[in-house]
């Protein structure tokens, strides 16, 4: 093996260089897991002249295929009933029950019985074995731990033997042998490449810092600082194979990758068709003919991609320093030189330790730390992808891991407090910019301040130029609480065209904040306001950073010192009346409440008026729609007491009565049912009116201008 890559979506790329002579075969060894994915991307290249005429492997027919060719008919797990129905009719004798019995297997049941003969009281299942002899006799004899069943039949031991031990081989048979035949001249390189599923390799880093000399006042807000950052990638090697001296690069993307059973001989389904039977005749009839057009098309087979054709690109991998290997995996010797020390800096960093075992400050911590490792890594993009390539060949032996240096370089750092409302503890953070040229990985980090532990956290991807807050604990020191909250909303615009009041406001929303220091020096406290859409930011100073989710807004706090953040945000919101919907009650609370000028009630109170008429002759006409109502129901109860009167004695005087009321009531009908019309005549032409006064009024006016 001579080169690994390693990809974040957890598969591997593995190129394997040999020489062959002639005609010659080159056997690979792998696992039944590794060989779908070999099968799905080898790629074999023959680099002078030569060919490659093929590639085999050890094939086996799918174990519940074999079980299916035997006798029994038992699958892979089955359990003491299957096994006896499988051997129903077979001879056995059977011993451990009394006297020694031979017989034919005819069936196996289950039986609870009670305990004590008390059916309420179930004792545990037991297992009966029906036989029957030769000569007819049938006997159930209980299955016990002491009963012997012993097959007579060889043949059927035979076939549960031949069973058992497919069982076993499908247990014991993992490795498969993938063969190449490679076919010419003379002595030739070969090159053979395949995914296989890996571990997903992780990144870890440190941040180096030495601290600053004490400062105050403004002086010591907005400094920015270069740290030391330090990255490692965790491999893990499962792949079943030594990793000797190879060249490794770890990738960060995540190609389209998925798993096909191709090593696995795959059985279509046939349909069974039946014996065709001779039938017999009888009287039929015929439709008549019918020329049917059929859609004939080849049926589309969906083609899988191989992942052979992914470039790798070029480069070679980077090494593992002694110093990080030690106790995890095996370094060339070479490498092991530098186990402590960078070349060409160990007078220098020998200094330094001596410095630092003198509790001198001549040498930083973080020029110490910075040349402890010196990692050999160069990178490279390609597609959507950004590669850690290490130029030293790797030495991991089969599940072995290596924490592997893969960047040392220097960060653009800002050491802040982050606060936020939703997080109500103020974090300790760096504000970092990578200023390399490198992208970095996402993965946890680790902060080392002065040579001490200052706390942990989780980075994204962050590419070349890009800035981003990481927090790592805890700031006790500094305290941030809201003081003073607003909200508010102000009519700030009122028009009115096409019978359609219009208002537009203005809502503003203000928080103060204050930010107590309690530190003994300068701190920078970032304070995140939460984003929401459809409002603008109306603050002074604007913030130091926005993202798509917050405000970032820098406070430069003294030490023991509270200064007060103003935040104000602004939205504008509109509101639409229907004049001809809204009552006049509904749109005078609006504007009152909008401050609306005398000016613009004076043009709206035609309007009302119009309404006002409108809603009077409404309360006219329902009055008179309800009494010739009454006067119906009325007239209803006078007939149907004429219609019982019939063939009474009173018939003849109460019915010239109930014949004059209702002679009266027909005339005041009458009369209601004309002023009921006009009304109506009088409603249509207010309405009519109150549109056009609708449709015709038109105003524009700022409130409070």
Do not use: C
């Amino acid at each position: 093996m001579t080169h690994v890559s390693l990809y974040k979506n957890g598969v591997g790329f593995f190129e394997h260089a040999g020489r062959v002579t002639g005609d010659e075969a080159v056997t690979i060894d792998l696992t039944s897991s590794q060989l779908n994915d070999v099968l799905q991307s080898l790629t074999a290249v023959d680099l002078n002249g030569g060919r490659i005429a093929g590639a085999s492997y050890n094939s086996t027919t799918p174990l519940d295929q074999q079980l299916r060719a035997l006798p029994l008919s038992l699958g892979e797990e089955p359990t003491q009933q299957d096994l006896y129905n499988s051997l129903r009719g077979a001879r056995v004798e059977v011993t451990g029950s009394g006297a020694v019995f031979t017989g034919r297997i005819l069936a196996l049941e289950s039986r609870t019985l009670p305990v004590g003969g008390d059916d309420s009281k179930p004792g545990p299942e037991r297992r009966f074995l029906t036989l029957v002899a030769d000569t007819g006799t049938t006997r159930t004899l209980e299955l016990t731990a002491a009963t012997n069943v012993q097959l007579l039949d060889t043949t059927l031991r035979g076939d549960l033997n031949t069973y058992l031990e497919l069982l076993d081989r499908n247990r014991t048979e993992g490795v498969r042998h993938l063969t190449l035949t490679a076919r010419g001249t003379g002595t030739r390189d070969l090159r053979v490449s395949f995914l296989s599923e890996v571990p997903v390799w992780k990144s870890t880093y440190r941040i180096l810092f030495t601290d600053r000399p004490a400062t105050t006042g403004a002086a010591a807000s907005n400094k920015t600082e270069t740290a030391t950052l330090q990255g490692f990638s965790v491999v893990d090697n499962t792949t079943g194979e030594d990793w000797k001296n190879v060249r490794l690069s770890l990738i960060a993307g995540s190609p389209q990758s998925f798993l096909q059973p191709l090593a696995q001989p795959i059985y279509a389904r046939r349909p069974e068709i039946p014996i065709a039977q001779d039938a017999q005749l009888a009287p039929q009839t015929h439709a008549s003919g019918v020329d049917m057009l059929k859609e004939d098309g080849a049926p589309q087979v969906a083609g899988v991609a191989g992942m052979a054709g992914v470039s790798m690109g070029s480069g070679s991998g980077a090494g593992i320093a002694g110093g990080v290997m030690g106790g995890i995996g095996t370094a060339p010797r070479a490498m092991q030189s530098q186990q402590v020390f960078g070349r060409g800096q160990n007078a220098q960093v020998g200094m330094a330790v001596d410095a630092l075992s003198n509790n001198s400050s001549m040498i930083p911590y973080e020029t110490v730390a910075a040349g402890s490792i010196a990692p050999n890594t160069t990178t490279a993009a390609f597609d959507d992808f950004f590669a850690y390539n290490l130029t030293d060949p790797v030495t991991i032996p089969r599940n072995g891991s290596a924490l592997v240096p893969i960047l040392q370089t220097q960060v653009q750092s800002e050491r802040v407090t982050l606060w936020s409302p939703s997080q109500s503890m103020p974090l300790r953070a760096l504000w970092i910019t990578n200023s390399s040229d490198l992208t970095l990985d996402r993965g946890s980090f680790s902060i080392v301040e002065n040579g001490a532990f200052g706390g942990e956290g989780l980075l994204d991807t962050i590419h070349p130029g890009e800035k981003r807050l990481l927090s790592y604990a805890a700031d006790q020191a500094v305290h941030v609480a809201v003081d003073h909250r607003n909200d508010s909303r102000r009519v700030t615009t009122i028009s009115a065209s096409k019978g359609v009041l219009r208002a537009t406001s203005a809502e503003v929303a203000e928080v103060e904040y204050l930010v107590h220091n309690a530190a003994p020096e300068t701190r920078t406290v970032i304070v995140e306001q939460p984003r929401r859409g459809g409002w603008t930011l109306d603050s002074e100073p604007p913030p130091a950073e926005t993202t798509a989710t917050a405000y970032r807004f820098r406070v430069a706090t003294a030490p023991k010192e509270t200064v007060r953040l103003h935040i104000g945000e602004r939205h504008t919101f509109y509101q639409n009346f229907r004049l001809v919907d809204s009552s006049e009650q509904q749109l005078s609370l609006f504007l009152h409440n909008a401050n609306a000028s005398a000016a613009m009630m004076q043009q709206l109170e035609p309007v009302f008026a119009a309404k006002r008429a409108v809603a009077a002759l409404d309360g006219q006409i329902g009055d008179k729609q309800n009494a010739i109502n009454q006067l119906v129901d009325d007239q209803k109860r006078l007939r149907d007491n004429l219609g019982a009167l019939k063939g009474s004695a009173e018939e003849r005087s109460l019915a010239k009565r109930y014949t004059a009321e209702l002679n009266t009531q027909e005339d005041t009908l009458a009369t209601l049912r004309h002023d009921l019309a006009a009304l109506q005549q009088q409603r249509q032409a207010a309405e009519a009116d109150l549109n056009n006064k609708i449709e015709t009024l038109s105003l524009d006016e700022k409130i409070g201008s």
